[in-house]
């Protein structure tokens, strides 16, 4: 009887692979389901097997160097930081993401921060509830009519977000090295370098993927950069911020308040945390939300569906729709190599 193919979910908090275990199975697939938070506890299982998914656990150089026989790994997200893409790509394995499955979530809970900080929701919430009942308790509030609002990162989210924003009358720049002049065209907004960005923005909306060079962009000398009250809004990743900083920043006053999707320490990829592991979790004017922002029912299922059959289509000898390092691998003896 000929071995099925071993597909090996590293961890997920979805509460259960029913999904994956359905579009795999019927690919001739056997699914072997973990809760890993280190590579210790991937190498085993990572050795025989012909693929592997991962949500949060990282699958790096020593758990692909165990590899003996995987051809794919497939993320459930966009970010590819959590696995070496250099060594996959070096030992002939494929790497596939999700795109743009979350868009409209992640947008909108963008904006949806913004909007309950400026307008001082949750200070007004607290006092109601302790019996306070004045407009006063959320002094002050500024107008966002006539505010810039500048957006770190400028791709399909980014644009989402100055989508909404835009009604709400606010002047739009945008900071992406990246981004060909011609689509800033397109969506009607100015093009600045970062320290323009830093001096001009009233709200800082930062949608930057994880890399060398994006970690921690805001910093000390960004966050003395900006301008007196200004609002910092993080729905990339968490570690695009350096959270001491932010802290000092907060607690001086020299920015108003935060509205983080993610902390430094991003608590998923921990095998356990405490909010008291960070300052920022002590601010009353710091909205942290548990890396949601992706999050709706139909989102989590597209995401889903979309890294099992990327697996599946690999083990069936077919072509991803979303692959990360396919213009780095060539066929060679049968076998995709470097």
């Given amino acids: 009887m000929a071995r099925k193919p071993k597909v090996v979910i590293t961890d997920y908090d979805y509460g ?6 359905g579009i795999l199975e019927a690919a001739g697939a056997e699914v072997i389901a973990l809760q890993a ?12 097997c012909d693929a592997i998914m991962n949500q949060y656990a990282r699958v790096g150089a020593r758990t692909i160097a165990a590899m003996e026989r995987c051809r794919v790994i497939a993320r459930y997200g966009v970010g590819v930081d959590i696995v070496d893409v250099a060594a996959a790509s070096a030992k002939g394995i494929l790497v596939t993401n999700v795109r743009d499955y979350c868009t409209d979530e992640v947008a909108d809970h963008a904006v949806s921060l913004w909007l309950a900080l400026a307008r001082r929701l949750f200070d007004y919430d607290r006092a109601t509830h302790q019996g306070i009942w004045r407009w006063q308790s959320g002094s002050p509030i500024h107008r966002l009519r006539g505010r810039t609002l500048g957006i770190v990162s400028f791709g399909k989210i980014g644009q989402a977000i100055a989508n909404r924003a835009r009604p709400f009358g606010v002047t739009l720049i945008a900071y992406d090295p990246y981004l060909p002049a011609e689509v800033a065209k397109a969506h009607d907004i100015r093009q ?55 802290y000092r920043a907060l607690v001086e006053g020299r920015i108003a308040g935060a509205g983080l999707d993610d902390p430094e320490e991003e608590p998923a990829k921990l095998a356990a945390w405490s909010p008291d592991d960070n300052p920022i979790f002590s601010l009353s004017n ?7 922002a992706y999050y709706s029912e ?30 780095l691998l060539t066929v060679a003896q049968g076998k995709l190599h470097a």
């Fill in 16 to 21: 259960d692979v029913d999904i994956e275990r």
């Fill in 286 to 292: 710091v909205i942290v939300t548990p890396h949601a």
């Fill in 37 to 48: 938070k280190r590579e210790d506890d991937l190498l085993a299982a990572a050795a025989d």
């Fill in 192 to 246: 600045v370098d970062k320290a323009t960005l830093l001096a001009e923005a009233d709200v800082v909306m930062m949608q930057v993927p994880m890399t060398d060079e994006t970690r921690h962009f805001l910093g000390e000398a960004e966050f003395a950069a900006m301008k007196p009250g200004a609002l910092v809004i993080n729905t990339g990743r968490g570690p695009t911020i350096d959270n001491k900083a932010l």
């Fill in 298 to 327: 139909e989102s989590i299922r597209t995401a889903r569906e979309t890294a099992a059959s990327e697996v599946a289509r690999v083990l069936t000898g077919q072509q991803p729709r979303n692959p990360v390092n396919a213009h």
